[in-house]
């Protein structure tokens, strides 16, 4: 079965860049942006509102759907599409993100990492190979290379081993994976075929690090690139120097996937520095903490200024909430603890990150996305922080 994960470059304005990727489930126009759905659900979102704002792919996590359900469990229900019931393109992390940062007791050694299960302490090993078999029987559209994810701060020396473990692991996911393509064996089941596969720059904060595992990643030939190990803790422009340094050195094209990144300024800047995809918790988690993103800056929802505003909660946003109810009532519903504000405040914050998307792909089409960044840039500043 040939492969049919391709990416199209459409148009480019600067270093900003216009394109579209199909997958086996469906084609996504970039720059994108995926929102995350842990456990095979956006949080406190249904499926049909995570579309209705504009959603054309989202995220699962590996670590949490192979502990619990399982990835074995979820093959026999035909794979994670059928098993969620989204019929849109589907990316899964690796899990490596996971088990550095929300296991216990790790032992990382070259074979790969092993670890305790945060839910009931049980110990797995994952491997690079491990992690591209339980992927498969997640049959998602983009599978994620397994990477040794650095803490931070680290020395240069620590950056250094890290990366060259995760260029000798990102090759050993490769050929995994082009074992899975030519003969599956039958203990991994292969729920979609055509799966494409990505590789993840690491490298900490050192710039030289950055181009010789861009350098070393590419050379396994993956059918995307991700950025991964920012917004660690770094300063801002550090962070966006690495992102124009790095983009600079992937191949054109192939897209380019910034992992955990960010806030509505952060996508902005890092697409006009060459990134294609984004994936964070933010519109989501922030929701669920009554934080809200809107085209005159953040909103505190439980600030005592909403308490009688009857005005919506942004004023050009066309989301269900918007149209539908005040932020005097966001309010006394976040206030009151009922699970409805965090549905509410989700289909808002996802509305607003994809609207933002929208907007930064027609600007960049029409040539005029350096306009739209200082505009951008200038009314999301307006109300920030407010608290
Ligand atoms: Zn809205």
């Not at 701060?153 to 060259?164: E, I, N, V």
């Not at 393509?181 to 950055?210: C, E, K, M, Y």
Request: glycine share 10%.
């Amino acid at each position: 079965m040939g492969r049919t994960f391709r990416f199209t470059l459409r148009a480019t304005d600067g270093t900003a860049r216009r394109g579209e990727f199909e997958t086996p489930h469906g084609v996504v126009q970039t720059p994108a942006f995926m929102p995350v759905g842990t456990q095979g659900a956006v949080k406190a979102a249904l499926h049909s509102d995570v579309a209705a704002a504009g959603a054309a792919i989202i995220l699962g996590n590996t670590y949490h759907l192979f502990l619990r359900p399982g990835d074995e469990l979820i093959a026999r229900r035909g794979g994670l599409h059928r098993f969620i019931g989204w019929d849109g393109p589907l990316l899964t992390d690796s899990g490596g993100f996971q088990v550095f940062s929300l296991a216990a007791h790790r032992v990382i050694t070259e074979q790969g990492a092993e670890f305790q299960s945060h839910l009931d302490g049980s110990r797995h090993q994952f491997t690079p190979e491990r992690t591209v078999d339980i992927q498969a029987r997640l049959g998602s559209d983009i599978a994620m290379a397994f990477d040794e994810c650095l803490a931070f701060p680290a020395t240069r020396q620590a950056a250094a081993a890290s990366m060259q473990r995760s260029v000798r692991w990102a090759a050993r996911c490769r050929a995994r994976l082009e074992v899975l393509r030519a003969a599956p064996p039958p203990d991994v089941t292969v729920s979609n075929p055509r799966q494409a596969q990505f590789g993840i720059v690491q490298g900490g904060v050192f710039l030289d690090l950055r181009r010789e595992s861009a350098d070393a990643t590419v050379a396994s030939g993956f059918d995307g690139y991700a950025i991964g190990g920012l917004s660690v803790g770094e300063p801002i422009d550090v962070m966006y120097t690495i992102v124009a340094e790095t983009a600079g050195r992937l191949p054109r094209d192939r897209p380019r996937y910034l992992m955990g990144v960010g806030t509505p300024e952060d996508l902005v800047e890092c697409v006009a520095r060459g990134i294609d995809m984004f994936d964070c918790v933010m519109p989501t988690r922030n929701a669920r903490n009554g934080q809200l993103f809107t085209s005159q800056g953040r909103i505190n929802i439980k600030n005592a200024r909403y308490a009688e505003d009857d005005g919506p909660l942004d004023p050009i946003c066309s989301c269900y909430t918007c149209r539908r109810h005040s932020r005097a009532y966001l309010r006394h519903l976040y206030l009151a603890g009922e699970m409805t504000a965090g549905a509410l405040n989700t289909l808002h914050n996802l509305t607003f990150y994809l609207d933002t998307m929208g907007r930064i792909r027609e600007a960049i089409q029409l040539g005029t996305f350096d306009s739209f960044r200082q505009e951008f840039l200038r009314s999301v500043s307006r109300l920030s922080h407010d608290s």
